[in-house]
């Protein structure tokens, strides 16, 4: 989500990205999308008023949770490339070092825009 920015995700294009074991990657929690997803469900079904029993909407929340339990894991991030690996965090100083040293040399692209003033 906007946390993937805040730490400088793939689409600022950084150098190395590297996962912990326990880092889960999603726009948003599981939890957070399937209720998101079941008041719109529940909101189209009030409008033609039709009931939706708690069990009917705990059976469409479930898949979800499914998936965002599944796809936002570091081991299927990582098995599609979209970081660098997963690093065992007693490891973390020794491979931000390194990752530090393999950029330190490396050439500084022009930019095509101009300073930007906050």
């Known amino acids: 989500g906007a946390g993937n920015y805040g730490m400088c995700g793939r689409a600022f294009g950084p150098r190395f990205l590297w996962m912990w074991p326990n880092a889960r990657i999603s726009v948003m929690g599981g939890e957070q999308a399937a209720t998101v997803l079941a008041t719109v469900k529940r909101a189209q079904m009030d409008a033609k008023n039709i009931p939706w029993a708690k069990e009917e909407e705990d059976k469409f929340r479930a898949p979800i949770l499914d998936q965002y339990e599944t796809q936002g894991h570091p081991y299927y991030a990582s098995a599609r490339l979209w970081d660098d690996g997963i690093i065992d965090p007693a490891d973390t100083r020794k491979v931000v070092a390194l990752s530090l040293a393999a950029?330190?040399?490396?050439?500084?692209?022009?930019?095509?825009?101009?300073i930007f003033r906050m």
């Open 103 to 114: 950029t330190a040399g490396a050439p500084i692209s022009e930019t095509s825009y101009g």
